[in-house]
Protein backbone atom coordinates (compact mmCIF):
# COMPACT_ATOMS: atom_id res chain seq x y z
CA UNK A 1 0.00 0.00 0.00
CA UNK A 2 2.84 2.26 0.94
CA UNK A 3 4.71 1.57 -2.38
CA UNK A 4 1.07 2.10 -4.42
CA UNK A 5 0.57 5.77 -2.48
CA UNK A 6 3.93 6.61 -3.15
CA UNK A 7 3.74 6.04 -7.25
CA UNK A 8 0.60 8.29 -6.51
CA UNK A 9 2.05 11.27 -5.06
CA UNK A 10 5.01 10.90 -7.28
CA UNK A 11 2.34 11.77 -10.12
CA UNK A 12 1.47 14.69 -8.10
CA UNK A 13 4.69 15.30 -7.26
CA UNK A 14 5.20 15.52 -11.68
CA UNK A 15 2.54 17.87 -11.61
CA UNK A 16 4.21 20.36 -9.53
CA UNK A 17 7.37 19.72 -11.53
CA UNK A 18 5.62 21.40 -14.60
CA UNK A 19 4.93 24.24 -12.63
CA UNK A 20 8.65 24.43 -11.68
CA UNK A 21 9.66 24.02 -14.90
CA UNK A 22 7.43 26.85 -16.59
CA UNK A 23 6.60 30.54 -15.68
CA UNK A 24 3.14 30.34 -16.20
CA UNK A 25 0.88 26.64 -17.30
CA UNK A 26 -1.86 27.53 -19.64
CA UNK A 27 -5.08 25.72 -19.23
CA UNK A 28 -4.46 22.97 -22.27
CA UNK A 29 -0.78 22.25 -20.83
CA UNK A 30 -2.77 20.97 -17.69
CA UNK A 31 -4.74 18.73 -19.77
CA UNK A 32 -1.73 17.66 -22.26
CA UNK A 33 0.07 16.50 -19.09
CA UNK A 34 -2.83 14.96 -17.49
CA UNK A 35 -3.95 12.78 -20.80
CA UNK A 36 0.30 12.23 -21.43
CA UNK A 37 0.37 10.86 -17.63
CA UNK A 38 -2.81 8.58 -18.63
CA UNK A 39 -3.66 8.82 -15.26
CA UNK A 40 -6.99 6.68 -15.03
CA UNK A 41 -5.17 3.44 -16.31
CA UNK A 42 -1.63 3.90 -14.17
CA UNK A 43 -3.57 5.45 -10.86
CA UNK A 44 -6.52 3.62 -10.35
CA UNK A 45 -8.69 4.94 -7.87
CA UNK A 46 -7.55 8.19 -8.70
CA UNK A 47 -10.55 10.52 -10.56
CA UNK A 48 -8.67 13.80 -10.86
CA UNK A 49 -5.81 15.83 -11.01
CA UNK A 50 -6.12 19.37 -10.23
CA UNK A 51 -4.55 22.76 -9.46
CA UNK A 52 -5.74 24.60 -6.44
CA UNK A 53 -4.88 28.32 -7.25
CA UNK A 54 -3.84 30.77 -4.16
CA UNK A 55 -6.65 34.24 -4.96
CA UNK A 56 -5.63 36.74 -2.25
CA UNK A 57 -9.21 39.23 -1.59
CA UNK A 58 -7.30 41.96 -4.23
CA UNK A 59 -7.08 39.70 -6.68
CA UNK A 60 -10.03 37.99 -6.72
CA UNK A 61 -12.32 39.90 -9.53
CA UNK A 62 -8.61 39.48 -11.94
CA UNK A 63 -8.43 35.69 -11.46
CA UNK A 64 -12.12 35.63 -12.52
CA UNK A 65 -11.99 37.67 -15.61
CA UNK A 66 -8.47 35.83 -16.13
CA UNK A 67 -10.74 32.09 -16.13
CA UNK A 68 -13.31 33.64 -17.98
CA UNK A 69 -11.33 34.71 -20.50
CA UNK A 70 -9.51 31.28 -20.87
CA UNK A 71 -13.26 30.15 -22.27
CA UNK A 72 -15.12 29.53 -18.97
CA UNK A 73 -17.59 31.85 -19.16
CA UNK A 74 -19.49 30.98 -15.77
CA UNK A 75 -16.64 31.21 -13.67
CA UNK A 76 -17.24 32.06 -10.54
CA UNK A 77 -15.58 31.67 -7.08
CA UNK A 78 -17.95 29.46 -4.38
CA UNK A 79 -18.65 29.49 -1.98
CA UNK A 80 -19.55 33.31 -1.98
CA UNK A 81 -18.36 35.77 1.04
CA UNK A 82 -15.32 37.39 1.71
CA UNK A 83 -12.15 35.63 3.12
CA UNK A 84 -8.84 36.31 3.79
CA UNK A 85 -7.62 33.94 0.72
CA UNK A 86 -9.25 31.38 -1.42
CA UNK A 87 -7.77 28.78 -2.68
CA UNK A 88 -10.50 28.32 -6.17
CA UNK A 89 -10.06 24.76 -8.31
CA UNK A 90 -8.35 26.27 -11.36
CA UNK A 91 -7.90 23.33 -13.32
CA UNK A 92 -9.01 19.51 -13.06
CA UNK A 93 -8.60 16.47 -15.31
CA UNK A 94 -9.50 14.49 -17.19
CA UNK A 95 -12.37 16.30 -18.77
CA UNK A 96 -15.05 14.52 -17.03
CA UNK A 97 -14.36 15.63 -13.79
CA UNK A 98 -13.77 19.13 -14.66
CA UNK A 99 -17.59 18.97 -15.60
CA UNK A 100 -18.19 18.38 -12.05
CA UNK A 101 -18.61 21.16 -11.05
CA UNK A 102 -15.80 22.18 -9.52
CA UNK A 103 -13.94 24.59 -11.25
CA UNK A 104 -14.09 27.62 -9.10
CA UNK A 105 -14.75 25.72 -5.57
CA UNK A 106 -12.88 27.18 -3.07
CA UNK A 107 -11.59 23.76 -1.19
CA UNK A 108 -9.63 26.03 1.87
CA UNK A 109 -13.48 27.38 2.92
CA UNK A 110 -14.34 24.00 3.88
CA UNK A 111 -12.53 22.71 7.47
CA UNK A 112 -11.35 18.94 6.23
CA UNK A 113 -9.46 20.00 2.86
CA UNK A 114 -7.74 23.20 4.82
CA UNK A 115 -6.36 21.47 7.89
CA UNK A 116 -4.77 19.23 4.93
CA UNK A 117 -4.24 22.23 3.04
CA UNK A 118 -2.08 24.34 6.04
CA UNK A 119 0.18 21.05 7.23
CA UNK A 120 1.35 20.78 3.11
CA UNK A 121 2.27 24.21 3.25
CA UNK A 122 3.74 24.26 6.05
CA UNK A 123 6.02 21.30 5.31
CA UNK A 124 6.45 21.64 1.85
CA UNK A 125 5.27 17.87 1.65
CA UNK A 126 1.93 16.13 0.58
CA UNK A 127 -0.82 15.85 2.61
CA UNK A 128 -4.10 14.10 2.63
CA UNK A 129 -7.50 15.31 3.87
CA UNK A 130 -10.13 13.23 5.85
CA UNK A 131 -13.33 12.29 4.06
CA UNK A 132 -15.00 14.59 2.10
CA UNK A 133 -18.51 14.06 -0.16
CA UNK A 134 -18.72 15.42 -3.35
CA UNK A 135 -22.13 15.51 -5.72
CA UNK A 136 -21.83 14.67 -9.30
CA UNK A 137 -24.82 13.97 -11.58
CA UNK A 138 -26.61 13.50 -8.80
CA UNK A 139 -24.62 11.15 -6.76
CA UNK A 140 -22.80 11.50 -3.39
CA UNK A 141 -19.22 10.23 -3.38
CA UNK A 142 -16.90 9.48 -0.78
CA UNK A 143 -13.43 10.88 -1.77
CA UNK A 144 -10.02 12.22 -0.32
CA UNK A 145 -8.08 14.73 -1.54
CA UNK A 146 -4.26 14.69 -1.40
CA UNK A 147 -2.98 18.48 -1.42
CA UNK A 148 0.97 19.00 -2.71
CA UNK A 149 2.11 22.27 -2.36
CA UNK A 150 3.44 24.28 -5.11
CA UNK A 151 5.75 27.96 -4.11
CA UNK A 152 6.62 30.38 -6.39
CA UNK A 153 10.49 30.01 -7.03
CA UNK A 154 9.80 26.13 -7.28
CA UNK A 155 12.14 25.25 -4.07
CA UNK A 156 10.21 24.74 -1.11
CA UNK A 157 11.58 27.76 0.98
CA UNK A 158 13.92 26.92 4.09
CA UNK A 159 11.42 28.53 7.01
CA UNK A 160 7.85 28.64 7.81
CA UNK A 161 7.50 32.09 7.33
CA UNK A 162 8.78 31.68 3.60
CA UNK A 163 6.36 29.18 3.05
CA UNK A 164 3.71 30.60 3.98
CA UNK A 165 4.27 33.93 1.99
CA UNK A 166 5.69 32.16 -0.99
CA UNK A 167 2.85 29.78 -1.38
CA UNK A 168 1.09 29.78 -5.01
CA UNK A 169 -1.14 27.02 -5.07
CA UNK A 170 -1.29 22.89 -5.03
CA UNK A 171 -1.44 20.22 -6.90
CA UNK A 172 -4.46 18.15 -5.77
CA UNK A 173 -5.27 14.40 -6.64
CA UNK A 174 -8.77 13.49 -5.95
CA UNK A 175 -9.10 9.83 -4.97
CA UNK A 176 -12.02 7.18 -4.36
CA UNK A 177 -11.22 5.21 -1.53
CA UNK A 178 -12.68 2.04 -2.69
CA UNK A 179 -11.40 2.42 -6.32
CA UNK A 180 -7.74 2.98 -4.90
CA UNK A 181 -7.96 0.21 -2.99
CA UNK A 182 -9.63 -2.29 -5.56
CA UNK A 183 -6.34 -0.94 -7.94
CA UNK A 184 -3.82 -1.69 -5.08
CA UNK A 185 -5.14 -5.27 -4.47
CA UNK A 186 -6.54 -6.31 -7.72
CA UNK A 187 -9.84 -7.07 -7.23
CA UNK A 188 -13.50 -5.47 -5.56
CA UNK A 189 -13.27 -4.51 -2.26
CA UNK A 190 -16.22 -5.54 0.36
Keep these: VDQRMSAYVDAMLDGRGLFNASSSVERDEWRDYVAGSDVSSRYPGIQALGYVERVRPEEREDHVDR ?15 ERYEYFPVVYLEPSEASDSGMLGYDVYSHRVNRAAMEQARDTGLPRASGKVYLTEAGLTREVFLIYTPVYREGETPETLPERRQDLQGF ?9 LLEGIFGGKID
Design 67 to 81: VREEGLDSYELRPSG
Design 171 to 179: IVGVFRADE
